[in-house]
């Protein structure tokens, strides 16, 4: 059973920047994609970023594009969001997310099949 653990969240101000790292164990390496979502108190569960099982693709939403960045390890066994430029509308618990199988709308929450705890980020203004 694969499970990932994220780490990284805190409080930054407008401006600043985090790191977020997800881990994953239960298995050798992934060979699906892998992702970020962020849920707001009182909004659903939004797509921040994902990459592919090769890295070689990324895709972000529009309200981060530019500002983060999404990436994997080789051994395939962690993500990263790198999160520059950050703005108090980034506040958020971020949950990194992987696929169990081929995936075909790779923003869409509900191709993921595993999911972590989720980590706080807070940017104060």
């Known amino acids: 059973q694969v499970q990932l653990g994220e780490s990284g969240g805190g409080l930054v101000q407008a401006g600043g920047s985090l790191r977020l790292s997800c881990a994953a164990s239960g298995r050798t390496f992934s060979t699906y994609a892998m992702g970020w979502f962020r849920q707001a108190p009182g909004k659903a569960r939004e797509f921040v970023a994902a990459?592919?099982?090769?890295?070689?693709?990324?895709y972000y939403a529009d309200s981060v594009k530019g500002r983060f960045t999404i990436s994997r390890t080789t051994a395939k066994n962690t993500v990263y969001l790198q999160m520059n430029s950050l703005k108090p509308e980034d506040t958020a618990v971020y949950y990194c997310a992987e696929a169990g199988g081929p995936t075909r709308r790779i923003w869409e929450k509900n191709e993921y099949d595993y999911w972590g705890q989720g980590t706080q980020v807070t940017v104060s203004s």
């Open positions: 990459v592919s099982w090769s890295g070689g693709s990324t």
